[in-house]
T-cell receptor
Framework: SQKIEQNSEALNIQEGKTATLTCNYT??????LQWYRQDPGRGPVFLLL?????KEKRKERLKVTFDTTLKQSLFHITASQPADSATYLC?????????FGAGTRLTVKP | NAGVTQTPKFRVLKTGQSMTLLCAQD?????MYWYRQDPGMGLRLIHY???????AKGEVPDGYNVSRLKKQNFLLGLESAAPSQTSVYFC????????????FGDGTRLSIL
């Protein structure tokens, strides 16, 4: 069966460090992969999209990699700040069928 | 520009009651979606619509019905609420079916007693 796993439910890091979140999947061949941010009591907000033929994509302090051989995406936040504290969701994008991971709750401590 | 608006924000129902959740978007998007989000689980697609007058089943459609009479609105109905339907419901819209970000509302928190 199809499965999406995001590393650990929670990740705590110190301000200024790089946060690395992992999204692994099985029995799925998405053409795209998306990352979203969700704050408590709010809906997810789109951050980045990466195509299957792209290895890496960057946006300001954010970087996403997509390895279709390993079936894994890594999401990095460099120079992390307390304002980056939120839950981050990966989503496998294949036509209308967007499948979301359960998310990783990131806490950046000052 | 409000984006995606969901009403109500909170609701408590008794088992067997019915209700309708409303979603409205002002981005002229063709695609609209209803998800539920439960602790420890990812967002799961209930129903979706690829345009006005069309609807289709998602991953967990049982116990729910939807309608898309106007392009900007997507309604989710619970005919006979069950405790297992206690969840947070999110509506989303997108310009296309793939390679497009989804824009989400802030959710409806529904409790079934």
């Amino acid at each position: 069966s199809q499965k999406i796993e995001q590393n650990s439910e929670a990740l705590n890091i110190q301000e200024g460090k790089t946060a690395t979140l992992t999204c692994n999947y099985t029995n799925y061949s998405p053409a795209y992969l998306q990352w979203y941010r969700q704050d408590p009591g709010r809906g997810p907000v789109f951050l980045l999209l990466i195509r299957e033929n792209e290895k890496e994509k960057r946006k300001e302090r954010l970087k996403v990699t997509f390895d279709t051989t390993l079936k894994q995406s890594l999401f990095h936040i460099t120079a992390s700040q307390p304002a980056d504290s939120a839950t981050y969701l990966c989503a496998l994008d294949s036509s209308w069928d967007m499948r979301f991971g359960a998310g990783t709750r990131l806490t950046v401590k000052p | 520009n409000a984006g995606v608006t969901q009403t109500p924000k909170f609701r408590v129902l008794k088992t067997g009651q019915s209700m309708t959740l409303l979603c409205a978007q002002d981005m002229n998007h063709e695609y609209m979606y209803w998800y539920r989000q439960d602790p420890g689980m990812g967002l799961r697609l209930i129903h979706y619509s690829v345009g006005e007058g069309t609807t289709a089943k998602g991953e967990v459609p049982d116990g729910y019905n939807v309608s898309r009479l106007k392009k900007q609105n997507f309604l989710l109905g619970l005919e006979s609420a069950a405790p297992s339907q206690t969840s947070v419901y999110f509506c989303a819209s997108s310009a296309g079916s793939s390679n497009q970000p989804q824009h989400f509302g802030d959710g409806t928190r529904l409790s079934i007693l």
